[in-house]
């Protein structure tokens, strides 16, 4: 084994997210969204409360909430990221968000520390996504709320294939795009219940989306053939365009912390 590849899941994703903050502040994908619409109408209606952003990236979730809420902590294991989200916050105006770097398996928070948990394309990175769900829980109160928002796994394993394929040419630190059945089995284990469930697509720009990531041309290249020689239902599903545009599923699930927890 190349012991030169054997890099952390953690380290991997520092590594490829820690020189690409600017580019996830400034990315239409991450920064817009009905999704975000909603998580700013829940944070308006929550009160003067306390909110985590889990794995925040480029601090949109922090970013939307923060007007609303008594205060954010943002969240991630990239301190290039959080120092990029400390300084948007900053000249926006943005005092009651702070920072805090480490994993989602440990979050260095007490039991019932907050009373909303916000984790939006994040989850796909987690290398125990299972630990990682138990900890938000744990550090959300007994009457909290959480939202996990996420690139969402068609149930059809040739769909599902071809999806976590490109993913992983993309972006090496990519772990898995879960379906929503398995996104309800895990949390339920997790100690949460789902209060509601909204399916929306989003349309990915081919160009945009590999330089996001600045990934290496013979990936990219990669990810292009493929495309070209999947077959017509594949083609159809995904939307993809003769340069290599195409749509995914997304899921955005509302949860509050179940009783039995």
């Known amino acids: 084994m190349d012991q030169t590849n054997s890099a952390t899941q953690d380290a991997l994703i520092v590594a490829q997210f820690g020189s690409r903050s600017t580019q996830y502040v400034a990315s239409t994908v991450h920064s817009q969204g009905e999704d975000l619409q909603q998580i700013a109408a829940l944070a308006a209606t929550a009160g003067r409360v ?8 480029g601090g949109h979730v922090s970013f ?36 805090v770097a480490g994993s989602v398996t440990s979050l260095p928070f007490a039991d019932g520390t907050f009373d909303l948990v916000l984790t939006r394309y994040s989850a796909h990175h987690w290398d125990d996504i299972a ?26 394993p040739v769909l599902d294939t071809f999806l976590q394929a490109i993913e992983v040419f993309r972006d090496p630190s990519h772990v898995r795009d879960y379906s929503p059945r398995e996104w309800e089995q895990l949390l339920t ?13 989003l349309h990915l720009e081919f160009a945009s989306w590999i330089e996001r990531m600045n990934t290496p041309q013979v990936r990219a290249e990669a990810i292009r053939s493929l495309q070209q020689t999947l077959s017509n239902d594949v083609v159809g599903y995904f939307e993809i365009t003769p340069r290599g545009d195409f749509t995914v599923d997304t899921i955005d699930i509302l949860a509050s912390a179940s009783s039995a927890q």
């Open 50 to 57: 306390r909110v985590l952003d889990l794995g925040c990236g």
């Open 64 to 99: 939307t909430v923060a007007p609303h809420v008594a205060d954010v902590v943002a969240y991630d294991l990239s301190t290039e990221m959080l120092a990029t989200v400390a300084s948007v916050a900053k000249e926006r105006g943005l005092e009651n968000v702070g920072t």
């Open 131 to 156: 630990k990682g769900l138990a900890e938000a829980r744990r550090v959300l109160r007994d009457s909290g709320q959480a939202v996990f928002i996420d690139v969402a796994a068609p149930a059809r």
């Open 189 to 201: 284990q997790a100690g949460f219940r789902i209060e509601r469930t909204v399916m929306r697509r």
